[in-house]
């Protein structure tokens, strides 16, 4: 289970800044609150583990959901169309925007065995509305803080959302399959029988792909640049899957492994992977720090980090969405012929591998 040691020094470095901005979108105003009262109540509350509470949530910014999917809008997949398609932004729900829910941040801990205590954060909309439950894990030497901005993001679309901090991700104690099963578990503790949908970031989203495939619960996952470990636990286990197991991806470099996560994903029968061009591993996790933006950070992109952070919330947000039964429209993100898919295609942010 044990990759070289400059693969995993590189890859501890996983993360990248994304602002929030948008090529033609208004940025993520998601308001995160620490809570004090109605939270999981045998954990104690840390508010210093909201994200950026500078931000204020637009409860006038939803969305028109009824509005149909323009199935004819054509696909480029060669990518290298960026120009801005500009007043062409399909009218039916925009996942990069933020929700309308404020949400409330509460934390909590479970006991695994003797190895593992698990701490988790719990990202929820303030009001109690529960649209569906997401399991989302960190990479490999990272901490739940480095998903908190996915988190608070997928929290003010209605979904609660419970970042564990993973027990097996350290440089001299990783264990994919050991954290994958501590998710589960964790997901039973909090959720009970509930469908839960599983999202990771590079060794998180392997550990998610094994996961949902151990949770008689779960609904599907989406690895954000997922990477397979050495010994390609992931790789093994996706074959039998029958969930959808999706996936976005950066270009290929050290820190996710030369992209071996699409290999896994595509040895899934159901399975999708998309790339995001230009874009590196840190990417695909916010907020980052400069450890991952000097070890890991790509030659360059026709893309600023605001779009491609903006295109990771929306894909990632519409996938749940759709896989919760929320809103069937979050398909037309991920499927050829869907008016979001086109829209981010011939912008040439989205394409295929």
Request: charged share 20%.
């Amino acid at each position: 289970m044990r990759v070289t040691p400059l693969l995993l020094l590189l890859t501890a470095a996983c993360g990248g800044n994304i602002a929030d901005s948008s090529y033609d979108k208004a940025a993520d105003d998601t308001d995160v609150s620490g809570d004090t009262a109605g939270g999981d109540d045998s954990s104690s509350t840390d508010d210093s583990t909201a994200t950026d509470d500078s931000t204020a949530t637009d409860d006038s910014s939803s969305t028109d959901d009824s509005s149909s999917t323009d199935d004819s809008s054509s696909t480029d997949d060669s990518g290298d169309d960026t120009s801005d398609p500009g007043d062409d932004t399909p009218e039916t729900t925009d996942y990069r925007e933020a929700g309308p829910w404020a949400v409330t941040v509460t934390t909590g801990s479970e006991v695994m065995d003797a190895d593992c205590t698990l701490s988790y954060s719990v990202f929820a909309p303030t009001d109690g509305t529960d649209n569906g439950h997401v399991m989302l894990a960190h990479g490999f030497s990272r901490t739940a803080a480095n998903v908190a901005d996915w988190a608070g993001h997928l929290a003010s679309w209605g979904y609660v959302v419970v970042t564990p901090e993973l027990c097996f991700s350290s440089l001299f104690d990783a264990d994919h399959p050991r954290n994958a099963e501590n998710m589960v578990t964790l997901a039973d503790a909090v959720w009970g029988a509930d469908e839960v949908t599983y999202v990771g970031h590079s060794a998180g989203g392997l550990s998610a792909v094994l996961a949902a495939g151990a949770d008689p619960n779960a609904l599907g996952a989406v690895g954000l640049d997922a990477v397979d470990s050495n010994t390609t636990d992931g790789l093994l286990a996706a074959s039998s899957i029958g969930l959808p197991l999706y996936g976005l991806f950066g270009e290929s470099g050290l820190c996710n492994s030369n992209n071996n996560g699409v290999t896994m994903l595509d040895a899934a029968p159901n399975s999708r992977d998309l790339r995001v061009p230009g874009a590196d591993h840190c990417d695909f996790e916010s907020p980052s720090d400069d450890i991952c933006g000097f070890l890991c950070a790509g030659s360059g992109s026709a893309y600023t980090d605001e779009e491609i952070g903006l295109t990771v919330r929306g894909m990632t947000t519409a996938f749940v969405a759709w896989q919760t039964g929320d809103d069937a429209g979050g398909e037309a993100w991920w499927e050829i012929g869907g008016d979001w898919y086109s829209y981010l295609n011939a912008y040439g942010i989205i394409q295929e591998i």
